[in-house]
């Protein structure tokens, strides 16, 4: 046997570690920092037969057995441009470079385009699961050439999360960006449930509840329908108290500004581009973006005097809404992931890409930060129905059918309670406009066809029509 490496990796912050030693449990993997000494720690910590570091780029290819398989970790952008770049001098034909960051689906296009001019590959490997994950399992969503997966099949098949099954969460998407965009929906999903139970959160946090007797409601929740790694993580943050001299909950004391890392915006910019309603996606970034402006808040909540009372619910009450609102929650995920399923459709039709929706769904059961319970109910709603869109399965048109009225309860509380629904609110009007023959365009095309002869058409006749108006 050789004593090359059978896998190369370079980027070792924590993601790049992780999956190293994820690897390393199968395989005898090469590592690579810019950094030396961040490669050399790791090594000096985590060092093993399995798992080598090189100081030099040469040397890490050449430790190497052809095809070579390097895996890049590292930040998206143009990090990974010159990584490449610095790389090819030492490359072979047929060599494989996977790219398992955060990479922007256009530039996994542009990449994989232009290493196979040169006769080699570039594989876009969406991987998820935070920095766990990585070590024990994540969920990858892997685009690029059907030949290239066949030989990285049995390695990502060895290091992925299992799903509810047992099957390993990693499946081939489709050709050149199609991982990365599968995983840049992920986000975008993410975004909208995280900022949904932000709203829950906040709605009982107006009514009085303390950050601990919320997680109570939260494990409760986990314990149900909406179970999943978010809820579970909630609940010990939810009752964390301060070990910096305060008595508070710590969540109380964290500043209310919320980052982002442009996956969100990115799946936001999908929808309006490619013309499909991911409101509830898009408002979660919206949520975000308000939440930075944070002086400015403060400066506003100045001059604004709330006109509504403080009109706290009684304890007893809130008490009878936990199942309402754990109901209205459920519908609106399935309405956020019904709408990011819509942009996939949509992109897979422009892109030509032949995406397998219960596929994906499984593949979100384990390592992800959205596994969750909903998605085995997605997965086995998609293959019943041979991936149709969501909102015509049966099963979720009657999941949806039987929460609607207490979506309906939820966001009206929420509004009472003072709440900003940014997500909840979305996932209502989206639902409910969608599943209405007659909306309320008309109105918008008397409009426009009166201040800029846009012309409209009818219901009861067939033709273009344009009215003098006044
Ligand atoms: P560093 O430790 O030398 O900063 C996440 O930032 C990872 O990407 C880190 O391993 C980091 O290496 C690496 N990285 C960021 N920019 C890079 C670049 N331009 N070239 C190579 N590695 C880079």
Same mark, same amino acid.
């Given at each position: 046997?050789?004593?090359?490496?059978?896998?190369?990796?370079?980027?070792?912050?924590?993601?790049?570690?992780?999956?190293?030693?994820?690897?390393?449990?199968?395989?005898?993997?090469?590592?690579?920092?810019?950094?030396?000494?961040?490669?050399?720690?790791?090594?000096?910590?985590?060092?093993?037969?399995?798992?080598?570091?090189?100081?030099?780029?040469?040397?890490?290819?050449?430790?190497?057995?052809?095809?070579?398989?390097?895996?890049?970790?590292?930040?998206?952008?143009?990090?990974?441009?010159?990584?490449?770049?610095?790389?090819?001098?030492?490359?072979?034909?047929?060599?494989?470079?996977?790219?398992?960051?955060?990479?922007?689906?256009?530039?996994?296009?542009?990449?994989?385009?232009?290493?196979?001019?040169?006769?080699?590959?570039?594989?876009?490997?969406?991987?998820?699961?935070?920095?766990?994950?990585?070590?024990?399992?994540?969920?990858?969503?892997?685009?690029?050439?059907?030949?290239?997966?066949?030989?990285?099949?049995?390695?990502?098949?060895?290091?992925?999360?299992?799903?509810?099954?047992?099957?390993?969460?990693?499946?081939?998407?489709?050709?050149?960006?199609?991982?990365?965009? &599968? %995983?840049?929906?992920?986000?975008? =999903? @993410?975004?909208?449930?995280?900022?949904? !139970?932000?709203? #829950? *959160?906040?709605?009982?946090?107006?009514?009085?509840?303390?950050?601990?007797?919320?997680?109570?409601?939260?494990?409760?929740?986990?314990?149900?329908?909406?179970?999943?790694?978010?809820?579970?993580?909630?609940?010990?943050?939810?009752?964390?108290?301060?070990?910096?001299?305060?008595?508070?909950?710590?969540?109380?004391?964290?500043?209310?500004?919320?980052?982002?890392?442009?996956?969100?915006?990115?799946?936001?910019?999908?929808?309006?581009?490619?013309?499909?309603?991911?409101?509830?996606?898009?408002?979660?970034?919206?949520?975000?973006?308000?939440?930075?402006?944070?002086?400015?808040?403060?400066?506003?909540?100045?001059?604004?005097?709330?006109?509504?009372?403080?009109?706290?619910?009684?304890?007893?009450? &809130? %008490?009878?809404?936990?199942?309402? =609102? @754990?109901?209205?929650?459920?519908?609106? !995920?399935?309405? #956020? *992931?019904?709408?990011?399923?819509?942009?996939?459709?949509?992109?897979?039709?422009?892109?030509?890409?032949?995406?397998?929706?219960?596929?994906?769904?499984?593949?979100?059961?384990?390592?992800?930060?959205?596994?969750?319970?909903?998605?085995?109910?997605?997965?086995?709603?998609?293959?019943?129905?041979?991936?149709?869109?969501?909102?015509?399965?049966?099963?979720?048109?009657?999941?949806?059918?039987?929460?609607?009225?207490?979506?309906?309860?939820?966001?009206?509380?929420?509004?009472?309670?003072?709440?900003?629904?940014?997500?909840?609110?979305?996932?209502?009007?989206?639902?409910?406009?969608?599943?209405?023959?007659?909306?309320?365009?008309?109105?918008?095309?008397?409009?426009?066809?009166?201040?800029?002869?846009?012309?409209?058409?009818?219901?009861?006749?067939?033709?273009?029509?344009?009215?003098?108006?006044?």
């Amino acid at each position: 046997m050789s004593d090359k490496s059978q896998i190369g990796l370079i980027g070792l912050a924590v993601m790049g570690q992780n999956l190293a030693r994820n690897l390393a449990r199968a395989h005898k993997v090469t590592v690579y920092n810019r950094t030396t000494e961040t490669m050399q720690d790791f090594i000096g910590e985590h060092g093993s037969e399995n798992l080598a570091g090189e100081a030099e780029l040469e040397g890490f290819v050449n430790s190497l057995e052809k095809p070579r398989k390097i895996i890049l970790m590292v930040k998206a952008g143009r990090a990974v441009d010159a990584v490449i770049g610095s790389l090819l001098p030492f490359l072979d034909k047929g060599d494989i470079i996977i790219d398992g960051g955060n990479s922007h689906f256009p530039d996994t296009i542009r990449r994989e385009k232009e290493l196979s001019e040169k006769d080699m590959n570039f594989f876009g490997c969406g991987v998820s699961g935070g920095e766990e994950g990585a070590l024990n399992g994540p969920s990858i969503m892997p685009g690029g050439s059907t030949k290239v997966w066949k030989e990285l099949e049995p390695i990502l098949k060895k290091i992925a999360a299992k799903d509810f099954e047992g099957e390993p969460c990693v499946t081939y998407i489709g050709e050149n960006g199609a991982g990365h965009y &599968v %995983k840049m929906v992920h986000n975008g =999903i @993410e975004y909208a449930v995280m900022q949904m !139970m932000a709203e #829950a *959160y906040d709605f009982y946090r107006s009514n009085g509840l303390s950050a601990s007797e919320i997680g109570n409601i939260f494990e409760k929740y986990n314990q149900g329908k909406l179970k999943s790694f978010l809820f579970e993580i909630s609940v010990p943050i939810l009752r964390k108290k301060d070990e910096k001299g305060t008595d508070e909950y710590l969540l109380d004391l964290i500043l209310d500004k919320a980052g982002q890392k442009g996956t969100g915006r990115w799946t936001g910019i999908e929808g309006l581009e490619r013309g499909i309603d991911i409101s509830c996606i898009q408002q979660a970034v919206n949520a975000r973006i308000v939440s930075s402006r944070k002086n400015y808040r403060v400066e506003l909540d100045k001059k604004y005097k709330k006109p509504y009372a403080d009109k706290t619910l009684p304890k007893d009450v &809130v %008490k009878e809404l936990v199942p309402v =609102i @754990e109901n209205g929650l459920y519908a609106a !995920m399935l309405i #956020a *992931y019904a709408q990011g399923f819509d942009l996939l459709r949509q992109a897979a039709e422009e892109m030509e890409w032949d995406l397998n929706y219960a596929e994906i769904a499984r593949i979100w059961q384990g390592g992800c930060i959205i596994r969750a319970q909903i998605l085995k109910t997605l997965t086995e709603a998609f293959k019943e129905a041979n991936n149709a869109p969501l909102w015509e399965i049966e099963q979720i048109v009657s999941d949806l059918q039987d929460n609607w009225l207490d979506l309906r309860a939820t966001v009206s509380l929420g509004v009472q309670a003072g709440t900003p629904l940014f997500c909840l609110g979305a996932a209502l009007a989206s639902f409910e406009a969608m599943s209405d023959a007659r909306g309320s365009a008309n109105f918008i095309q008397g409009l426009r066809d009166s201040f800029g002869a846009h012309t409209y058409k009818r219901i009861d006749q067939d033709g273009i029509f344009h009215t003098e108006w006044s």
